[in-house]
């Protein structure tokens, strides 16, 4: 069963990897693998890495910013598959003449970089400092207006 939650990390890029398929390129997607037959359905190649990402989502709600205890949790947690995760990806990557990456990833710049390919980060989400969203990872149930969305990335970036 697909992760309501987590589809919208993997969503735009099905849009970004349709688009680059109509322009005549060859695409494929790497994520986890209970996204692989929705991916595919969409007509774009599909590898697995490994880890559970409903694992991370379920700490980043017990967790709402990303600070010291959530990385000491985090890597308690996570250390069993990180390993399989870095080699799953390398090994995803090795046929790869561009890398496009989500900006939670953590190794696609590395890859790149070793297997000297061309590297984008493709943002879904504000990153940068505005008024107009709240930072993706500080996100309140209500609405709280411009100087709160602003003041989000201020505080995400301190942390």
């Not at 849009?15 to 595919?40: M, N, T």
């Not at 046929?95 to 989500?102: A, N, W």
Request: a negative charge; glycine letters at 6%.
């Amino acid at each position: 069963m697909m992760s309501w939650d987590l589809m919208g990390d993997v969503q735009p890029y099905i849009a970004l990897g349709k688009a680059l398929l109509k322009e005549g390129h060859q695409v494929k997607i790497v994520s986890h693998e209970e996204f692989g037959d929705w991916v595919r359905k969409h007509g774009i190649e599909f590898d697995i890495i490994a880890g559970d990402p409903s694992e991370l989502m379920a700490l980043m709600v017990t967790n709402p910013t990303i600070n010291y205890s959530f990385v000491k949790e985090a890597k308690s947690k996570f250390r069993s598959w990180i390993d399989d995760l870095l080699i799953t990806s390398w090994k995803a990557c090795q046929d790869t003449d561009v890398l496009i990456e989500s900006p939670s990833s953590i190794c696609g710049i590395h890859i790149a970089e070793k297997l000297q390919i061309p590297y984008f980060r493709a943002f879904t989400m504000p990153w940068s400092r505005t008024r107009a969203y709240p930072h993706a990872f500080m996100v309140p149930d209500q609405k709280l207006g411009g100087a709160y969305n602003y003041m989000t990335f201020v505080a995400f970036e301190a942390d």
